[in-house]
């Protein structure tokens, strides 16, 4: 089953060529220079079994997203049938790194911080999930080398660029390290925007409640366009365009988030100082 995505104002099918089946990146021979200490890599691509598991793992995960949130996704057709991607996600749960993921055939790469990764069954699971650790507190450049890498092997790797979960609905600023990631990358960015997650498990609650949760899978911007920018300048566009998605998905939020980012930029807040982490 895939999680229903209701009619709105977009066109109703998907732009010409991309509607192709994905086809799946062979995964690199050996580790990857580029990744961390201490850490396998057991994800996309690794052997079957984990592709299976993954398939699996999305059905049973759409079926509760259904069940318990109502899930409701639009404009899936943005995200590529091949090739990398970097999705830039804002961050209102915990619950966000599989939400944006059950509603897409593609596998997604993730980042999360290192102390999760401490060994044993937990490490894991989280290597064959195609989740590599990224070091709370300070610029990671080893973690940033993965995720180019990643992306230039072909894989979407997802991002939450606010650097934290959201305290109150709003879209931060961007983290320093996206346009390290983006100017090095070569790939599209697509902006992804969540809504309805922060009411069913805010940062104040133990458990998830049952609320209703929206996704909006936004346009790709090309690399050219963002390889022409500074830094600052990626922070902000990236910042506006997901606001708009917030905008065109009728958040409670959106004013909000408006508002903050013009009193940011009035302040000249335009990023993160430190990439700390793009993890949350």
Known sequence: MNAPVSATSEPPTPPAGNAASHESVPAPTAASASAPRGYTYRGEGSWWVQGFLWKIGRVFFQFIAVLMFHIRTFNRWNIPSTGGALLVTNHQSFLDPWLIGIAIKRQIHYMARDTLFQGGITQWMMESTNT????RGRADSTAVREAIA??????????F???TRTSDGTIGPIAAGVAIIVHRSKAPVIPIVIDGAFEAWPRNQKFPSCRPIRILYGSPI????????TADEIAVRIRQEMVNLQVRLNSPYAAASQQRMLQDLQAGKRRLVVANELVG
Request: charged share 25%; no cysteine.
């Open 132 to 135: 590599f650790p990224i070091r």
């Open 150 to 159: 990643r992306l230039n092997r072909g894989y979407l790797v997802n991002i």
């Open 161 to 163: 660029p606010e650097a």
């Open 222 to 229: 090309d690399h050219a366009e963002l390889a022409a920018l």
